[in-house]
């Protein structure tokens, strides 16, 4: 059940997600609050206010807020400049790149071509959320898929539990990533849901698997890495590694010489002959800290040296990179150029998707979105 509240309707909330998408061209959106701990949103150049008390918890999505409401602990979103009601209580959410997912008891619903939709009203059982596949164990135990706008059963079988190390339960059968599914069905099929298409990659069940976008990699019967691609299988004689990441179009590892190995378009290529001291992946982007204490970059199949030093810290989301340099001024690489975003000394600094937020003084915080710097003072 969708709740709005008494001055808004659901062709309101339509006319007014459509016109915000057609009016905005940056996705800036990140939280903040004021002096007196008001919660708001910074909306690409403006503040919102939303609360007048800080959330129990919140989740950004590239152009929206989601939050849990922290005096009556509503699920509530913003969204094209308005705050509205998603349900009542205190429900599960997510924030990916593309759209914002909730679950209220059986209830499994998504915000999609700015309309809130009901997938389901009667899971009960596991279910996985990226950013363009959502993915459930139906009442009826199939595994169903909400892909492009449309819901359908893939296959059926039922996810197989397992406790991790740390405790924890995990599904050693399912895994998910940006936009492909890999799963081992009943028949101990290995197979994936990609460009809505369910393919058969092996007739075992690897002994790991695990997801990235476009991209599947998983032990084979020889125990070597292989690879699914962008459709296309590759074999390797990568094996026994201890450290290994996963990024999107690149697997990087340490291999047998303590050298840092990227494999990356079909090839693999020794980036640093020694093991690095410190490691950062996410997405697109790598960055590590040498033997000498130099910090690199790795992006789309070029390393490159940016600094002499060790950052004091360092961010990475998708296609940015925000480090804090030996002064603490925070600088980036950004698309595969480094940019400037505070010649300031910054104490501390967060990262919501491509925005960045800062303090320099009491009473005002700037936002970096996509080369540009807003001050917002409250």
Not at 69 to 86: E, F, I
Not at 339 to 346: A, G, M, P, T
């Amino acid at each position: 059940m969708f709740i709005f509240g008494p001055m808004t309707s659901f062709k309101l909330l339509l006319a007014a997600m459509l016109l915000y998408t057609t009016a905005a061209t940056a996705q800036c959106v990140a939280p903040y609050s004021n002096l007196s701990n008001n919660f708001y949103a910074y909306d690409n150049g403006e503040g919102h206010f939303l609360e007048p008390v800080q959330p129990t918890s919140y989740k950004v999505g590239k152009n929206y807020l989601a939050f849990i409401n922290g005096q009556n602990s509503r699920l509530r979103v913003y969204y094209g400049g308005k705050v509205y009601t998603v349900c009542e209580n205190a429900a599960d959410y997510w924030a990916t790149d593309n759209w914002f997912v909730w679950k209220n008891f059986g209830l499994l619903g998504v915000l999609y071509n700015n309309e809130l939709k009901t997938l389901d009203k009667m899971v009960n059982g596991e279910y996985w959320i990226s950013d363009s596949i959502i993915a459930w164990n139906s009442q009826f135990n199939d595994i169903r898929v909400f892909y492009q706008g449309e819901t359908r059963a893939i296959d059926q079988f039922l996810p197989q539990q397992k406790t991790a190390p740390d405790g924890t339960t995990v599904y050693s059968n399912v895994s998910i990533g940006p936009n492909i599914l890999a799963y081992v069905d009943q028949s101990n099929i290995f197979k994936a849901f990609y460009n809505n298409k369910v393919v058969n990659i092996e007739n075992y069940e690897p002994a790991m698997f695990k997801c990235a976008r476009d991209f599947i990699v998983y032990i084979d019967y020889n125990n070597n890495f292989k690879f699914y691609y962008k459709g296309v299988s590759y074999e390797t004689t990568i094996n026994n590694i201890k450290r290994y990441w996963l990024g999107e179009g690149f697997f990087a590892y340490y291999n047998i010489q303590s050298e840092l190995v990227v494999w990356y378009d079909g090839e693999e290529r020794v980036i640093a002959q020694d093991q690095p001291q410190e490691m950062h992946v996410a997405n697109n982007i790598m960055a590590y800290t040498d033997k000498s204490s130099n910090f690199w970059v790795w992006y789309k199949g070029k390393a490159e040296m940016l600094e002499r030093f060790k950052p004091l810290s360092v961010k990475l989301y998708r296609d940015l990179l925000v480090y804090q340099d030996q002064y603490g001024r925070l600088k980036g690489y950004y698309f595969g150029k480094q940019v400037d975003v505070s010649d300031q000394i910054v104490t501390s600094y967060n990262m919501y998707n491509e925005t960045i937020s800062y303090s320099l003084q009491r009473g005002e915080t700037i936002f970096w979105c996509k080369g540009q710097s807003t001050p917002v003072e409250y």
